[in-house]
């Protein structure tokens, strides 16, 4: 198994446009913490930030 931690974001885009889940994966794994907790602050609500984080996640498998 190809490991993508040493991959920039460009790189793992380019994975990702040509369906490679692992890279999907870790972009996944790098951002959404990050992401949940900015979302977070804005909207207050654990259930909310999770929510949106998912429906951002959905739309990024969508790249392709």
């Not at 790098?30 to 996640?57: C, M």
Request: charged share 25%; hydrophobic share 40%; no cysteine.
């Amino acid at each position: 198994m190809i490991s993508y931690a040493t991959y920039d974001e460009a790189q793992l885009l380019e994975l990702l446009k040509t369906g490679d889940e692992a890279a999907f994966t870790e972009i996944y794994y790098h951002y959404s913490e990050q992401l949940y907790y900015n979302i977070l602050a804005l909207v207050k609500d654990g259930n909310t930030a999770e929510e949106l984080v998912q429906d951002i996640f959905s739309h990024l498998k969508l790249i392709r």
